[in-house]
């Protein structure tokens, strides 16, 4: 089904309420180890809401992206959005990549996953859409061999300024070292609404940008004429799944003020 404007503008005005009016400067838990309570899965070609195939799940401590009821791989991206809105914040959690890539996903796929930030909501993605207009915090695992970044930048429907220029590239990549195997990895996200993001990965600063804006896609283009303004100051988190299984826990967040 696809929104019209009007629909997006309703949403968009339902939730655009920014949750900073929790305690700042105190690590709160936007997970409590047990259920996915106060999380949206939006998954492609089902309606926001609706849990495909059980692809997220909550056991002991951990969300899981878990692919054990799928055949194969049939672009079935996927999102778990956390229900309220943030513009000023640091993120913390930890992840890490297990078992093997689902068959038939894509070669760029493998041990590929993200934390999406200032995110569209998951009612105003297209049925069909792949990726939430949103920031991607790109998480990478690596291969065995060679060096593999994580932490990185992808942009799906945004651009950002880095060191003062205007950049269009889709995938950017961070300093990161690489991280091979199953071990856990602390990322942390230092978000300052519509003026500079920071990507650290196991407490090292490995990103930096300024200006996040909407464009370069029709649906950003949409969400940007229903704001009125092409700025991105705020929006939704969420996690990724895009084929292969990954973990993710100790999921926290400081309100910081403006």
Not at 135 to 164: A, K, W
Not at 224 to 250: M, N, W
């Amino acid at each position: 089904m696809k929104h019209t404007l009007i629909a997006t503008l309703l949403v968009l005005a339902c939730g655009s309420a920014i949750a900073e009016d929790m305690k700042t400067e105190k690590w709160i838990s936007l997970f409590n180890g047990r259920d996915l309570s106060g999380w949206t899965p939006k998954i492609r070609g089902a309606e926001a809401g609706v849990n495909h195939k059980d692809t997220f799940k909550a056991e002991n401590g951990v969300i899981k992206v878990d692919y054990s009821k799928y055949d194969g791989w049939k672009g079935e991206f996927g999102h778990l959005f956390y229900k309220d809105r943030f513009s000023h914040y640091r993120l913390r959690l930890q992840y890490r990549f297990t078992g093997e890539q689902l068959k038939g996903g894509p070669g760029w796929a493998y041990r590929n996953s993200g934390v999406m930030i200032h995110s569209e909501a998951p009612e105003t993605m297209e049925l069909n859409q792949d990726f939430p207009t949103s920031l991607e915090v790109q998480l990478l695992g690596g291969t065995g061999t060679g060096e593999r970044t994580t932490g990185n930048l992808c942009t799906p429907g945004t651009h950002v300024y880095i060191n003062d220029v205007h950049t269009t590239r889709h995938c950017i990549s961070s300093t990161s070292k690489t991280y091979h195997g199953d071990q856990w990895v602390t990322l942390e996200v230092e978000v300052r609404g519509g003026e500079v993001i920071r990507h650290f990965i196991n407490g090292e600063e490995v990103m930096t940008y300024q200006k996040p804006e909407l464009g370069g896609s029709p649906q950003a283009e949409k969400l940007a004429e229903v704001a009125g303004d092409k700025r991105l100051t705020g929006g939704y988190i969420c996690l990724q799944s895009e084929s292969h299984p990954v973990e993710f826990r100790k999921i926290e967040l400081m309100i910081l003020e403006p």
